[in-house]
């Protein structure tokens, strides 16, 4: 069934934007916001310039924050707020101009606003580049986040490979020369501290193909080659393992992996989809899973239920059984859902 979540109110015509340490500008008389003593999101990293592949991604990002009735205070670049498109000034409710890859820059702002009686209710990190900076306010504001530690070593190739490779994960040292069709990327959130993979997808020339070997969803597109997994559950299963041994537990996340003669190698792991076309790809293939409305959810306390029965992972993992993840392969659209933005793409 399709959920639709109202905000209290109707978003701002026009976000308020201010320089570092100074007081944002309240919305014109008349002009409807959100309840003043609702949560917070403190977004880094979230503006995109207009027409920016990137602008997609941030524009999800905030829109899943506005149907979730949270209020948004991006933070970023001033260069990148000012070049913005108007869909996100609209859906961001504060923003402030600070380089947000700086980690004690923002940790400094942060205690600084909540010390003038400004609240945050959750961080998040919208780019790579951000993470670390998100992780550290997180921690220094006490709200939920990866530590610091769990992203340096997940961003640092050398440190993270290591840490795999003594987990005895099998590691692809040299994603670059995989052989097509190989490929393979498992995207997910974080739910109770627990992973939850919801789409494997293959890179194809032509976009992003279910990890089924169906062709993709463009035109004169190829399907990927046959040398995937036939069982799904175990490199979701994987991914999951993955991250947890790598200390994540927070936000969303993407691993790539490829198929091998050995096993399934984790080539890489992110903690942002950043990839062009996997933002649309999920989109239009999840279109009842919101994954930020998930770690939004998640992080402040509400009840989450996730939109299908998962499926056990089908082969055994090195994570304990306890923690293993579910994995929700999900196809189709429902009937309007793609013309209606606004709609929490839930089921119950």
């Known amino acids: 069934m399709l959920q639709q979540r109202h905000r209290p109110a109707t978003p701002p015509a026009a976000a308020s934007t201010s320089a570092p340490g100074t007081a944002t500008v309240a919305p014109a008389p008349g002009t409807a916001t959100v309840t003043p003593d609702g ?3 403190l977004l880094l990293g979230a503006a995109a310039p207009h027409r920016h592949p990137g602008e997609a991604a941030a524009n999800s990002a905030l829109l899943e924050t506005w149907s979730s009735g949270v209020r948004t205070w991006v933070l970023d670049r001033a260069e990148l707020l000012a070049a913005r ?3 996100a000034r609209i859906l961001s409710d504060e923003s402030t101009g600070l380089d947000s890859v700086h980690a004690e820059e923002c940790v400094t702002w942060a205690r600084a606003q909540r010390a003038t009686g400004h609240r945050f209710d959750l961080v998040l990190g919208l780019r790579e580049d951000v993470q670390l900076a998100a992780a ?3 921690a220094a504001l006490h709200l939920p986040g ?6 340096r070593r997940v961003q640092d190739t050398g440190a993270r490979v290591a840490a795999l490779a003594a987990g005895g994960f099998l590691v692809d040292e040299d994603p670059d020369r995989a052989p097509e069709g190989t490929a393979l990327t498992a995207v997910g959130a974080f739910v109770s501290g627990r ?7 293959t890179p194809t020339e032509d976009g992003w193909a279910p990890a089924d070997g169906r062709a993709p969803a463009t035109e004169g597109g190829r399907a990927p080659a046959t ?6 559950q175990a490199a979701a299963a994987e991914a999951a393992a993955a991250v947890l041994h790598l200390g994540l537990c927070f936000g969303v996340f993407r691993v790539d992996l490829r198929a091998t003669d050995r096993g399934l190698a984790v080539s890489d792991v992110r903690l942002t989809l950043e990839a062009p076309g996997l933002q649309a790809h999920v989109a ?3 279109p009842c899973v919101e994954l930020f409305n998930l770690v939004y959810d998640d992080a402040l306390g509400r009840t989450t239920a996730l939109p299908a029965r998962p499926l056990a992972p089908a082969t055994p993992s090195r994570t304990a059984p306890s923690a293993l993840p579910p994995f929700v392969l999900l196809a189709g659209e429902p009937e309007g859902a793609a013309a209606e933005p ?3 793409r839930g089921t119950d």
């Open 39 to 41: 949560p917070v999101a």
């Open 85 to 87: 498109g108007p869909e």
């Open 136 to 138: 550290a306010v997180a």
């Open 146 to 151: 990866n530590h610091p530690d769990a992203v």
């Open 195 to 201: 992973p939850h993979v919801f789409l494997l997808a």
């Open 227 to 232: 040398g995937l997994p036939r069982t799904p």
């Open 284 to 286: 239009r293939t999840l």
């Open 342 to 344: 606004h709609i929490c």
